[in-house]
Nanobody, 115 residues
Framework: QVQLVESGGGLVQAGGSLRLSCAAS????????MGWYRQAPGKERELVAT???????DYADSVKGRFTISSDNAKNAVYLQMDRLKPEDTAVYYC?????????WGQGTQVTVSS
């Protein structure tokens, strides 16, 4: 069982920045993908960014050039630096941990961007 604890959400004005953190505990897998998804009210959950255990990253087109995902494998942590935030980035952001046989989600952290 992997537990994911997110932090760093909040309220920010458009153009501002936030940094999300996710700490994973209980992981025994050396090969995995961690990342961030988000869900806005009335919309489906969507991919924001992922990073695998080798360091390869992937981003949604809507956040490319504004968001940066990084990880600290020694701490089993993943981070999402969000710059030049827009009101449409407002959502609950969920940390995600996936291996070939397991999938785990964090409880979510609210990000609200005011115009």
């Amino acid at each position: 069982q992997v537990q994911l604890v997110e932090s760093g959400g909040g309220l920010v004005q458009a153009g501002g920045s936030l940094r999300l953190s996710c700490a994973a505990s209980g992981s025994r897998f050396s090969l995995f993908v961690m990342g961030w998804y988000r869900q806005a009210p009335g919309k489906e959950r969507e991919l924001v960014a992922t990073i695998n255990s080798g360091g390869a990253t992937d981003y949604a087109d809507s956040v490319k050039g504004r968001f940066t995902i990084s990880s600290d494998n020694a701490k089993n942590a993943v981070y999402l630096q969000m710059d030049r935030l827009k009101p449409e980035d407002t959502a609950v952001y969920y940390c995600h941990h996936k291996t070939t046989i397991t999938t785990f989600w964090g409880q979510g952290t609210q990000v609200t961007v005011s115009s």
